[in-house]
Structure formats: structure tokens, C-alpha cells
């Protein structure tokens, strides 16, 4: 009679795999937790200012604050009266000068990256030292210069200084964007007969268009948010939307829900425009991210 003989019983202990599972698991909850608590409290004043903007003022100001009201248009409409000719200067300010600032630094970028001059670097380093003089510095020659030649009060004096604002920011970003064009596409091109005009417009421009677009939506930003130089060098023909919003601060007292309201609709400009390149925006910013 043959015995069969019972089959060995593993003593190994466990994976530690099953371990640590749950322990990750809990982890990554707890990460995703607290990202949803940073970012609402991130959009917490943006929220509480577009609800302010739809009470009364009375409500607006009210302490403890009111919750639950009745919504109204009515600061929408005192704001949108009176604040045409603000936006109608920012959009002048805002348009021609990222016009100019793209017309002058896509060539900029062009001679500094692919057709690099000599001493690149201590050019690359006048451009952004312009960045690191403090505003405060340089108001009172500006406003003297401007004085003489007559033309404070005059929005054309804004586009010249958002231009040379920005234009700075825009050549080190479409550097970036131009070093990653491949060489050999612009040798192919060269071969093929095609002047610089040429191979800029047919090849260049359209491979680096997102990144147009993210220096673009940065350069409208920072003008359409520009406050310093507007205050002290406007008056009334020219002041744009920021110190539009800062007109709602009067003597006779703060109105609340009339700034909420102002704010909100100096916002949506750039809300749109973010929205409406979003994806050449991301695909410009992360030009040059993976090799």
C-alpha cells in the first residue's frame, strides 16, 4: 500500500503588498482632501466678491454678513453706465501694445536663439534687468519727460509703456519657444529656396504659435491689470478700468457692492481670454518641458 505524503505548508509570510495598499490609499485621500481645501480657499474671495456684487449695498456691508438675498442687476447697470470710456482705453492700451510688443520681440527672439548674436547672454541680461528696476523709481522722470512733450493724459503714452513693460517678459519666452524648433526644419527650408520673411511666416510662426499665444495672454494681463502708470499719468481721457475700479472709493464712503461689481467686470476680459486659449496656453507654457 503506498502513503502519499501530505503536501508541505509554506511558513513565508505575506507579500507586504496588501500592506501597504490601504496605507496609500489613505494617503492619497488625504492629499486630494487637502488640495480641495487649498483651492477653495483660494476661490473663496473670488466667489464672495461676484455675490457681493449682486446685493444692495446695504447688504453688501451688513455685519454679521447676509447670506441669502435677493439678487439684483442693479450695480451692474451703474457700472456698466459709466465705465465705457475706461474700457474702451484699456482695450486701446491693452490690444496695441501686445501688438507691438509680439512685432518687436518674435524678431528679438529669432536673432538671440537662432541666429544668436554676439554676447547673448549680457543681452539676455539687459532685457530682464529693465524688469528688476522698481516702478516707483522711474515715475518721476517719465512724468517729467511727458510733461515736456505733452502728452500726459494721453492713452498712446500707455501703449508706449506697456510695450517696453512687457517686451522684456515676451523675448525670454519666445526664446524658450524658438530653441526648440528643430534645426534641420530650418536647413530643409533654406534648401528649398526660402528667404528669413519666408521661413518666419510659413515655418517658424506656425510651429511656435502656441507659444505666440501664451506670451500674448501674458502680455494682455499685465497690461490690462497695469495700475501704477495709469494713476499717475492720467487724468480723465485716458484712465483705464483699474482706476475706474478705484473711482468707486469716494468720499461720501466706500460702496461695497458697486467695487465687487466694477471688479467682477474688469475680470470677465481676461477670464474670456484665458478660456479661449487654454489650450495653446498649456501647450505653450509646456513647450520645452520633456525632451
Known amino acids: 500500500m503506498t ?123 539687459f532685457f530682464i534687468s529693465t524688469k528688476m528696476l522698481p516702478v516707483v523709481a522711474v515715475i518721476v522722470p517719465i512724468y517729467v519727460i511727458a510733461g515736456q512733450l505733452r502728452v500726459l493724459d494721453n492713452i498712446w503714452t500707455l501703449v508706449v509703456l506697456y510695450t517696453a513693460m512687457n517686451l522684456p517678459i515676451a523675448v525670454w519666452m519666445m526664446r524658450s519657444f524658438l530653441q526648440e524648433v528643430p534645426a534641420e526644419v530650418l536647413e530643409a527650408a533654406s534648401v528649398d529656396g526660402a528667404g528669413l520673411l519666408r521661413t518666419m511666416r510659413s515655418v517658424l510662426l506656425p510651429m511656435v504659435a502656441p507659444g505666440i499665444a501664451a506670451t500674448a495672454l501674458i502680455c494682455v494681463i499685465f497690461a490690462w491689470n497695469e495700475f501704477f502708470f495709469a494713476l499717475n499719468l492720467t487724468a480723465s481721457q485716458a484712465a483705464t478700468v483699474p482706476i475706474f475700479i478705484v473711482s468707486t472709493m469716494t468720499s461720501e464712503g466706500l460702496f461695497l457692492a458697486r467695487l465687487c461689481a466694477a471688479a467682477l467686470l474688469a475680470s470677465l476680459p481676461v477670464i474670456i481670454a484665458g478660456w479661449i486659449a487654454q489650450k495653446q496656453l498649456v501647450r505653450g507654457l509646456s513647450m520645452g518641458a520633456i525632451k
Open 3 to 125: 502513503t502519499t505524503a501530505p503536501a508541505p505548508t509554506s511558513t513565508r509570510p505575506a507579500a507586504p503588498g496588501g500592506a501597504r495598499r490601504p496605507r496609500r490609499r489613505t494617503t492619497g485621500t488625504l492629499l486630494t482632501a487637502l488640495t480641495w481645501i487649498l483651492a477653495i480657499g483660494f476661490f473663496f474671495p473670488v466667489a464672495w466678491m461676484a455675490m457681493t456684487a449682486f446685493k444692495q449695498e446695504s447688504q453688501a456691508s451688513s455685519n454679521p454678513p447676509t447670506f441669502f438675498f435677493e439678487p439684483t442687476l442693479d450695480q451692474f447697470r451703474a457700472v456698466v453706465g459709466e465705465s465705457g470710456t475706461y474700457v474702451a482705453n484699456s482695450l486701446i492700451a491693452t490690444g496695441v501694445s501686445t501688438v507691438l510688443v509680439l512685432l518687436l520681440g518674435i524678431p528679438a527672439a529669432y536673432a538671440l536663439s537662432i541666429r544668436p548674436v554676439e554676447k547673448v547672454g549680457d543681452v539676455l541680461f
